[in-house]
DNA sequence: ATTACATTTCGTTAGTTGTCGAAATGAAAG
DNA sequence: CTTTCATTTCGACAACTAACGAAATGTAAT
């Protein structure tokens, strides 16, 4: 598939766009997004994989983690707008803020593996 | 599903970007896309269907055809930028260019109901 | 080395999507 | 009012997707 289908595939899914408007507030491993979306972890980690596929994304191994972040350092141009464009939106969703909330208090050592 | 979802989605189909950039050269019957794209009218019909309930593009009955072309008009400040984006994109797109050029010579009164 | 545990991969299932051809719709012309 | 013809809707089918739990992987600490 064509690189900006594949990114707007990526982000055609509701789930997908909330775990783009959460990495925009930090760095998140994938119990912490299971939590908050309260999906099974192996769904979460099928959603990572398609984002960073997408170039959206990308992973940072730390410790016995994964810690997922926005590609905001992407080269390729289109990657930043439609970052910027998706992220923007969020502000004015209320369901978005609530996820947001949320983040603040998760706390992975209490809730991985629970 | 949420409209900034319904629109990645409707984008993420390679046949229906190439839609709307030859929309963006002028306004097209169905039968002009179905002749460009090589696929069946209902199909074609389909497409523009998603396009146009995510706000995208128009209708506009004229005669016994129907004018499909860009919102540019949108109220949507998300539809203008990412009508931009996509533009923007397919100038750097050979295959795209290719769409562009059979536009020129394609001629509705000879091709509909062929 | 073995255990513990976060993550990924695999296999399955229900639901969605892109495609087609045939039938229905609707509007203009005869 | 019947025909014509562009378009839409319908019904079918293959391919794809999101979801799950279970099994595999990999890494850090015991």
């Not at 594949?6 to 930090?26: G, Q, V």
């Not at 099928?46 to 810690?67: F, G, M, R």
């Not at 997922?68 to 970052?83: D, E, G, H």
Request: aromatic share 4%; charged share 30%; glycine share 2%.
């Amino acid at each position: 598939m064509k690189q900006l289908a594949k990114i707007f595939k990526a982000l055609s899914d509701t789930n997908r766009l909330r775990i783009m408007r959460m990495l925009d507030k930090r760095s998140l491993c994938v119990c912490e997004i299971r939590e908050i979306l309260q999906l099974a972890t192996s769904t979460v980690s099928a959603h990572l994989s398609i984002l960073k596929e997408a170039d959206l994304i990308v992973d940072d191994k730390d410790n016995k983690w994964v810690n997922y972040s926005l590609n905001t350092n992407s080269k390729n141009p289109t990657v930043k707008k439609i970052l910027a464009l998706v992220l923007h939106e969020g502000k004015s969703d209320q369901d978005f803020q609530e996820d947001l909330e949320k983040i603040i208090t998760v706390d992975r050592t209490n809730i991985c593996g629970s």
